[in-house]
């Protein structure tokens, strides 16, 4: 049974995948290069703007979604904030010291995880990942061999999670409890991985013979069921994090919410 979850389409599903990822892959890159608080926490608000209101699931499912990485924003923010090392100090007691230094550090940190996780959900929860691998085929020419053979690692999953609670109900129907000693638990994941073990090799052997009876190949040459084209989505999209990058460096030049300082120096 596949994992899916209802949701609205909006023009973030219409991008490229393409475009997407390599957008967001160069975004990545230019969040570790930022090493001004001012403009970390200003750059945040354009990931949340999309992940919050464009990525078409409900406002509960989305803070659903946010509380790992809520909790990693916390505890990377809240570590540094407290035992970092600083020549200013704002609070001190015990071996809490709180110093100016090590608050800009503590948010730089903070929100460069949470840009992280923003750009990364709403890429996951806006791409199709048969639509990805069909993009990348055919707008950055993949070897269809290792597409393909992504493609069915990756749903093959849902499979898998199926099978292991179908295999954890036929132990509970047989009477077979867990034990939590030692030899019980190696005894638990026996029980549950030869046989997973062996449904996947069975899979994979049905899967390589169709697709050797349909005659598949690694040539690039060959036809595609979906056709993937460029649209004024992308350019939509290219062009939201070009503008918003750019106002925010203005903002922040203008307008610091904090003291000019390069964590780098701290």
Known sequence: MPISFDHKIT????INPSVKLVVLA??????LFIHNPNVMVLFAI???ILFLFFTGHPFKRILLFSIPFLLIFLSTSSSMILFGKGETTLFHWGLIDIT????????????????????GLTFALTTSQVLLFYSLMQQL??????AYSFMAGIRL???????LTAIRYARMVRGIQNSYTVSGIFSSIKGYS??????????????????????FTDSRKRTYYYQLHFSRYDLLFIAYFGLFLLLVLTISGHYPLFPVVDVRSL
């Open 11 to 14: 023009w973030l599903h219409k």
């Open 141 to 146: 020419k993949l070897n269809p061999k290792y």
């Open 194 to 215: 030869i046989p997973l073990l062996s449904q996947s090799i069975r899979r994979a052997y049905r899967i390589a013979v169709s697709m050797e009876a349909k005659r």
């Open 46 to 48: 354009g990931p949340a």
């Open 26 to 31: 160069c975004l990545f890159v230019a969040v």
């Open 100 to 119: 100016v230094e090590s608050l800009y550090r503590g948010m730089h940190l903070g929100f460069r995880a949470i840009i992280y996780a923003m750009l």
């Open 157 to 163: 999953i849902p499979i898998m999670i199926e099978e």
